[in-house]
C-alpha cells in the first residue's frame, strides 16, 4: 500500500488554499493525474527533489514530493499535456498503468520492488526475478 494515503495528500496539497478559494484538488484522480505527471518527469530525467530516492520507483518519490510539498500542483485549463492526450486521457492511462503495476507487485508478493531493504529478505536470484 502506497503511503500517504489519497485523502492524507489531497489535505496536504490544499492545506495552502485560502478559505473563499476552491482547493487545488477536489478528487483522487486529480492526485493521481499529479503524481503520474511528476513519475513521468523523473522517469524523463528529472532530479528528484527528496532525499534518498535512489532505489524508489518513480510514482513513490512523486508522492513522497507532493507530499512535502516539494512539488506543486497548477491548474491545467482543459489543455493537452506534451504526449498529446487530453487531462482525461492521459488520466485513464494512468491509471490503467497504475492498476498494471499494482498486479505486478501483489503476484510478486514483494510490497515494493524497488525498496532497499528487499535485499536483506530476499536472495540475489529472487530479486533479478522480479525485475
Same mark, same amino acid.
Given at each position: 500500500?502506497?503511503?500517504?494515503?489519497?485523502?492524507?495528500?489531497? =489535505?496536504?496539497?490544499?492545506?495552502?488554499?485560502?478559505?473563499?478559494?476552491?482547493?487545488?484538488?477536489?478528487?483522487?484522480?486529480?492526485?493521481?493525474?499529479?503524481?503520474?505527471?511528476?513519475?513521468? =518527469?523523473?522517469?524523463?530525467?528529472?532530479?528528484?527533489?527528496?532525499?534518498?530516492?535512489?532505489?524508489?520507483?518513480?510514482?513513490?518519490?512523486?508522492?513522497?514530493?507532493?507530499?512535502?510539498?516539494?512539488?506543486?500542483?497548477?491548474?491545467?485549463?482543459?489543455?493537452?499535456?506534451?504526449?498529446?492526450?487530453?487531462?482525461?486521457?492521459?488520466? =485513464?492511462?494512468?491509471?490503467?498503468?497504475?492498476? =498494471?503495476?499494482?498486479?505486478?507487485?501483489?503476484?510478486?508478493?514483494?510490497?515494493?520492488?524497488?525498496?532497499?531493504?528487499?535485499?536483506?529478505?530476499?536472495?540475489?536470484?529472487?530479486?533479478?526475478?522480479?525485475?
Amino acid at each position: 500500500m502506497i503511503h500517504p494515503s489519497y485523502s492524507e495528500l489531497m =489535505q496536504e496539497v490544499n492545506k495552502e488554499t485560502e478559505i473563499d478559494e476552491p482547493p487545488v484538488v477536489n478528487s483522487r484522480y486529480s492526485i493521481v493525474l499529479a503524481t503520474s505527471k511528476r513519475a513521468r =518527469q523523473i522517469i524523463g530525467g528529472d532530479t528528484p527533489l527528496v532525499p534518498h530516492a535512489n532505489g524508489k520507483k518513480p510514482l513513490s518519490v512523486a508522492i513522497e514530493e507532493l507530499y512535502r510539498g516539494e512539488v506543486k500542483i497548477m491548474p491545467e485549463d482543459g489543455r493537452k499535456d506534451d504526449g498529446g492526450l487530453t487531462e482525461m486521457e492521459a488520466l =485513464q492511462e494512468d491509471m490503467e498503468e497504475m492498476v =498494471q503495476e499494482n498486479a505486478e507487485i501483489e503476484n510478486s508478493g514483494v510490497e515494493d520492488a524497488g525498496d532497499a531493504d528487499i535485499a536483506e529478505e530476499y536472495d540475489t536470484e529472487e530479486i533479478s526475478a522480479l525485475h
